[in-house]
């Protein structure tokens, strides 16, 4: 049974920091490209972050709004993919989702994602 649960979300004030963590369990997690969305209201989910399987790197990659703000990070030992977050804005205001990368899990022919946690910046 695959599972991915994102937790750590919050409320925080402007300029804050938090740090999300995705726990996947699937068989193929420390060879997989993994990746944080978001997901704000009314708009389409974006990619935030990705980060390639340990080896020669890992190597990561940001979206410009979160570029310099925004650290992805892995540790396969626990089946665990972490963002932190700093310097935090009210655009960042989202329901943070991980899946694998470029294409999400796929269970019986539809993709697959977990619940995703809830990160609203606001004074």
């Known amino acids: 049974q695959v599972q991915i649960v994102e937790s750590g979300g919050g409320v925080v004030q402007p300029g804050g920091s938090l740090r999300l963590s995705c726990l996947h369990s699937w068989s193929s997690f420390a060879i997989s490209h993994i990746a944080w969305y978001r997901q704000a209201p009314g708009k389409q989910r974006e990619l935030v972050a990705t980060?390639?399987?340990?080896?020669?790197?890992?190597?990561?990659d940001y979206a410009a709004s979160v570029k310099g703000r925004f650290t992805i990070s892995r540790d396969n030992t626990k089946n665990t993919v972490y963002l932190q977050m700093s310097s935090l804005t009210p655009e960042d205001t989202a329901v943070y989702y991980c899946n694998r990368d470029p294409r999400p899990i796929m269970i019986n022919g539809k993709e697959y994602w977990g619940q995703g946690t809830q990160v609203t910046v606001s004074s």
């Open positions: 980060i390639t399987p340990p080896g020669n790197g890992p190597i990561t």
